[in-house]
């Protein structure tokens, strides 16, 4: 069996270890040094190997920026920061059609952008505005599928976790790849609001209603978000100014957010032992799955498989984008069982050498942020899709009077929602690069 070969049958080998539910990080450090030994003929190499990977994929500076915006997104949830996002946006949109439920995606997109995680986006705004579609007559299916469509944009609204691992893989800027993520992001809020007003209008029994608030309480609830923007500008502003790294603009906004959580009260010494192991927790699983992606794809990197891969498509005489939409369907349907952090560090050593080589009109630097936002994209799509969509699973773990039957079928609006979204972004690059290019 040539090395082409043992590296194409290790990706069925890859989903049968996943499928019989070895956790992700140990399937691909098992399949990477099983392939590595075979490939070498000896187990010397690969102890070697496994040292030198591991080094010199912790000692990367950039990896630092991970368990720091992981604490910010804890210290945001002990600060009720979370609540206030969701009271101003109930404020002024609550009383109109699906206002709630709209309300409930603003907050998502403002805490998501101070956690970076889609996951504990879903999970603190699924514990804040859950209560409060229900008491507004909201029916459990479109409560759960709005929160978990809002949580995704814990991944695109820039800070990102998601975003620095694809920019650690592929070598880009992390504060051009935030810069570029913003517009999308913004549209895909806009995207699952018209969603909400449509659903709203197509079935007016699932969706209840509040009575406006006066114009005193609106501008009191909004108020109480100024944390949120101060964290926010001065996080993104910084870093995009050049004042300082993403690594040290993820330090200000950790400390901003605790700073914030000790004044609200929310923060003391037994809830700061809590954040700090919850953030311990999270990065020990990231870095985990890191390691083993690390060693996984340095045996694809061995068989020469990407470069392979690289050559026979570049040689095609196809139009590139065909070629981009079979890659973005395939992560599509990868989502519907896998996780979006593990599909990056999967896919993309195999999959940006042949998007390299593609001709798209395009700069390098600008053809691999569009590629990665795409990616981001469809990778949160995966995370609504069913059966297998983490954010179902977290927003109905909080709401188990909800079947997860009713979330599925609401939830797929929002699922188109996204297709549409990337679609256009295929179509129209600009949309991605035009802030950039400023």
Known sequence: MSNIELALWSFPVLLLLIFVRIPIGLAMLVCGLGGAWMVYGSHMPILNQLKQVTYSTFSNYSLSVIPLFLLMGQFAALGGLSQALFKAAEAWIG????????????ACAGFGAICGSSLATA??????????????GYAGGISTACLAAGGTLG????????????????????????????VPGILAALGYMIVIAIYARLKPQDVGSMPPMPMKERLVATAKVWPVLVIFLAVVGGIYAGIFTPTEGAAVGAFGTGLAAWFSGGLNRKTLLGAILGTAAATGMIYM???????????????????????????????PVLILVAILV?????????????MILLTIPVFFPIISVLDFGLPPEELAIW??????????VGLITPPVGMNLFVINSLARDTPITHTYRAVMPFVASDLIRTAILVMFPGIVLFVLRL
């Open 95 to 106: 009383h109109r059609k699906g206002g709630v439920a709209m309300a409930a995606v603003g």
């Open 289 to 319: 799955i890191v390691l083993g992606a690390g060693v996984y794809n340095t045996f694809l990197a061995l068989s020469q498989l990407p470069q392979e891969a690289a050559n026979i498509v570049g040689s095609w005489d196809v139009n």
């Open 330 to 342: 395939l992560y599509v349907i990868l989502g519907c069982f896998m996780d979006s952090l593990s």
């Open 371 to 380: 590629f990665g936002i795409l990616v981001l994209i469809v990778v949160e």
């Open 123 to 136: 999970a603190t705004m699924g514990q804040v505005a859950l209560p409060e579609l229900r008491r507004a």
């Open 155 to 182: 991944i695109l609204i820039p800070p990102s976790v998601v975003l620095v691992i694809y920019a650690i893989l592929t070598e880009q800027n992390i504060a051009k790849l935030f810069l570029a993520a913003f």
